[in-house]
């Protein structure tokens, strides 16, 4: 059984920073793409970072220069650092993780971390 756990959401104010980390554990072989997704209510959910097992970065337009994404191989983990947080980014944040798991041999599959709330409020 595989488990992307999240931690690091709560509530800040505008201009404020978070950061977010997720952490997969399980029979895991080898991790391709980690990254965060966010969902705000009544809107689809959408990419926000992602990072390749090497080391390189995609963006939304919509977080350059205020987001960074990063990962920690060794701990199965990836991490995202929110600064200058603006009211429109409140949403649910998802951890993705695209891995190769131990089911009945070496399988690729997609999992979801259980999301966690970043509200950015005065």
């Known amino acids: 059984q595989v488990q992307l756990v999240e931690s690091g959401g709560g509530l800040v104010q505008p201009g404020g920073s978070l950061r977010l980390s997720c952490a997969a554990s399980?029979?895991?072989?080898?991790?391709?793409?980690m990254g965060w997704y966010h969902q705000a209510p009544g809107k689809q959910r959408e990419l926000v970072a992602a990072i390749t097992s090497g080391g390189s970065t995609n963006y939304a337009d919509f977080v350059k220069g205020r987001f960074t994404i990063s990962r920690d191989n060794a701990k199965n983990s990836v991490y995202l650092q929110m600064n200058s947080l603006k009211p429109e980014d409140t949403a649910v944040y998802y951890c993705n993780a695209d891995l190769v798991v131990d089911f009945a041999g070496p399988t690729r599959r997609g999992y979801w971390g259980q999301g966690t709330q970043v509200t950015v409020s005065s």
């Open positions: 399980g029979s895991i072989f080898r991790i391709i793409t």
